[in-house]
T-cell receptor, first 112, second 115 residues
Framework: SQQGEEDPQALSIQEGENATMNCSYKTSINNLQWYRQNSGRGLVHLILIRSNEREKHSGRLRVTLDTSKKSSSLLITASRAADTASYFCATDAQLKGEKLTFGTGTRLTIIP | DTGVSQDPRHKITKRGQNVTFRCDPISEHNRLYWYRQTLGQGPEFLTYFQNEAQLEKSRLLSDRFSAERPKGSFSTLEIQRTEQGDSAMYLC?????????????FGPGTRLTVL
């Protein structure tokens, strides 16, 4: 079963705007990761944030984590057409082994 | 290209047939995972190996499914007596044990269609 939910399920923005998507999860975690998936393709790892971290940056990506609310957000700044994809958060739950549990994804469309 | 390869990329089969997929992980990675993804959903965990040992299996993995990782290198996932509900993308991932971090690198997937 899915660990959590991404919100929104779909998002369309103009190129150059910022895109924010949110993820909620249910159990305590070791870390949370964000992945990108282009249509019909494999997943590309974007960023990992540990449970003791609150914010992390990588290029145009900014991830926040609030373990008290069991939620995370992914911000993509200055969006490009190539950012069009589905974005998934995945959690690695404490004491549950090393499997990742994915959310349902946000489908992001960047309009040129 | 993450360095994880899967073969075949696409497989069309008739209901009741057996199929086998292969995954080649990044060479130094000791962990290998199988996930299944259906349309519009996130990947769901099936099973994982640490070296050659299969350490966890999801209840999604019915007795028609079997996975192996001989010698701790490549892995195969076999589905016997396929059903239409098995149609999905089968994703393989690998990772290197490194503290509590579990950054997994995914292959391109094998898309299975059962007619």
């Amino acid at each position: 079963s899915q660990q959590g939910e991404e919100d929104p399920q779909a998002l369309s923005i103009q190129e150059g705007e910022n895109a924010t998507m949110n993820c909620s999860y249910k159990t305590s975690i070791n870390n949370l990761q964000w992945y990108r998936q282009n249509s019909g393709r494999g997943l590309v790892h974007l960023i990992l944030i540990r449970s003791n971290e609150r914010e992390k940056h990588s290029g145009r990506l900014r991830v926040t984590l609030d373990t008290s609310k069991k939620s995370s957000s992914l911000l993509i700044t200055a969006s490009r057409a190539a950012d069009t994809a589905s974005y998934f958060c995945a959690t690695d739950a404490q004491l549950k082994g090393e499997k990742l549990t994915f959310g349902t994804g946000t489908r992001l469309t960047i309009i040129p | 290209d993450t360095g994880v390869s899967q073969d075949p990329r696409h497989k069309i089969t008739k209901r009741g047939q057996n199929v086998t997929f292969r995954c080649d992980p990044i060479s130094e990675h000791n962990r290998l995972y199988w996930y299944r993804q259906t349309l519009g959903q996130g990947p769901e965990f099936l099973t994982y190996f640490q070296n050659e040992a299969q350490l966890e299996k999801s209840r999604l993995l019915s007795d028609r499914f079997s996975a192996e990782r001989p010698k701790g290198s490549f892995s195969t996932l076999e589905i016997q007596r396929t059903e239409q509900g098995d149609s999905a993308m089968y994703l393989c991932a690998s990772s290197l044990t490194r503290g509590l971090d579990n950054e997994q690198f995914f292959g391109p997937g094998t898309r299975l269609t059962v007619l």
